[in-house]
Each structure stands twice: as structure tokens, then as C-alpha cells.
């Protein structure tokens, strides 16, 4: 399955602007990294509050405007569900919210390092996974009595999710292990460059939804085309019957 993206669609130029910006600060962090031209730490992608961070904000921030938009409009809980995950997670990366609770719930648990990987490391992981399930209940529940464009919609959101969580998370926790290894910095640049071409996928994602909704196009070809179809239809014919009735 693929989705129907088009080069003359805004949400497609908009994709392609964001990722070719995540590959400047890739390259700019290399640059950093590897050399002495740039001696900025500012330039690095791992730096919190770096510019490659800030604009990681940015893009979380118009993913969760951009779903309460479709929340609103559509009268979905799905969407407004989606945002509000997108929300935490801008919230998360700028307050460290999760690196908190780690630390937190690690003292409170009396949690020991182990695999290479400190006590605090365990916390985080268990606050990541105890907020994942929170939205994921929120999700599962908003998803029963949503429409079939918003479901499918979820599904893609789950997949490039479980993406950022693969890298933000997985990768994250194998380059603590490997602090001191020569693949360290490499590491580093796998987690921080994947979250953020993962989350431009998504940013472009959402701006596609939040473009088509304003639309007759369909970004899925292949599903729903009985109610798509029916529902263009039925507002053209209502067209048609206010025409009739403004000559009479």
C-alpha cells in the first residue's frame, strides 16, 4: 500500500522541504563532529536546545495544531487523541519531563544499573512506557467511534510512532550502553537524525490529512472509495438542488 502523494500538492513540497532541512543539520553535525570547522556545539544534534532540536519543536508543535485543527473540524476524539500525544511529546522534549520521572521513579524504586546502562536509564524507560500506554488506551478507545478515514489515518500514525519510539527509545538506550565504544558518536547521529526524518515524515503526513480535508482529494486511493465517492456525490448534488432552487 502507498499513500497517493503528488508533487503538486503542498503537504508533498512541504515533506520534501522538511527532510532536505534534517539533512542540512545531519550534515552540519558531521561537520561539528568531525572536524574544526565548526566549533559551535549549537551545531550538534544531540545538543538539547540545540538549533537541530529547536526545530524538532517546531514541526511537534504544528503536528499537534494541525491534529486538534482536524480534531475540531472532523468532531473526532481520534485526532484530538493524536494531538494531544503530539503535545506531550513537544512538552516532553523541552521540559525533559521523562528524564524527571526517571530519575524519580528510580530512587523511588530503588532501581540498579545493569547491561551498562544506569538506574536512571531503567526509570526512563519505565516512564516512557507507562505514558506510551496511557495514549495508547486513550488511542485504542477514541479509535472504536472514529469514521474509516480517521482509523486509517491511526494506522499510518502507529507505524511512523512505533518508528520514532525504535529510535528515540531502542537506539537511545543501545548508545548509552556503548558510551565508550568507537561507535558512539555514530550512534548518537542514528538515534537524533532518525527522530527527526521520522518526525518530518509525520509532520508531513499530518499537513497532507489537514490539506485533503480542506478537499475532494483522497490521500488513500485504495480504501473507502464506496463512502469517499458517496460523500462527494451527495454535496455535489446538494449543490445542484440550491442552484435549481436560486433560478427558480
Request: aromatic share 16%; with cysteine.
Amino acid at each position: 500500500m502507498k499513500l497517493n502523494l503528488n508533487l503538486n500538492h503542498w503537504s508533498t513540497r512541504f515533506l520534501f522541504l522538511l527532510l532536505a532541512t534534517d539533512l542540512v543539520f545531519i550534515i552540519l553535525h558531521i561537520i561539528y563532529q568531525h572536524t574544526s570547522f565548526i566549533s559551535n556545539y549549537n551545531f550538534s544534534i544531540e545538543k538539547d536546545r540545540g538549533y537541530a532540536e529547536l526545530f524538532q519543536y517546531i514541526k511537534e508543535y504544528w503536528i499537534a495544531i494541525l491534529l486538534a485543527f482536524l480534531a475540531y473540524k472532523k468532531r473526532s476524539l481520534l485526532y484530538l487523541s493524536w494531538s494531544l500525544l503530539f503535545l506531550y511529546l513537544l512538552l516532553d522534549d523541552s521540559l525533559e519531563i521523562h528524564e524527571t520521572g526517571g530519575k524519580i521513579l528510580s530512587q523511588k524504586l530503588s532501581l540498579l544499573p545493569m547491561f551498562n546502562l544506569r538506574a536512571v536509564d531503567f526509570g526512563e524507560m519505565l516512564m516512557s512506557v507507562g505514558v506510551g500506554l496511557f495514549f495508547f488506551v486513550l488511542i485504542a478507545i477514541a479509535y472504536r467511534f472514529s469514521d474509516s478515514l480517521a482509523r486509517k489515518s491511526s494506522r499510518y500514525l502507529i507505524i511512523m510512532l512505533c518508528s520514532l519510539a525504535l529510535f528515540g527509545i531502542v537506539i537511545d538506550m543501545v548508545h548509552i550502553a556503548f558510551k565508550s565504544s568507537l561507535l558512539n558518536s555514530w550512534l548518537g547521529l542514528l538515534e537524533d537524525g532518525g527522530e527527526h526524518i521520522v518526525m518530518s515524515i509525520i509532520a508531513g503526513f499530518v499537513f497532507l490529512l489537514a490539506e485533503v480535508s480542506q478537499s475532494e482529494y483522497s490521500p488513500f486511493p485504495w480504501i473507502g472509495q464506496k463512502e469517499y465517492f458517496h460523500n462527494k456525490f451527495e454535496g455535489k448534488e446538494r449543490r445542484r438542488q440550491e442552484e435549481i432552487k436560486s433560478v427558480k
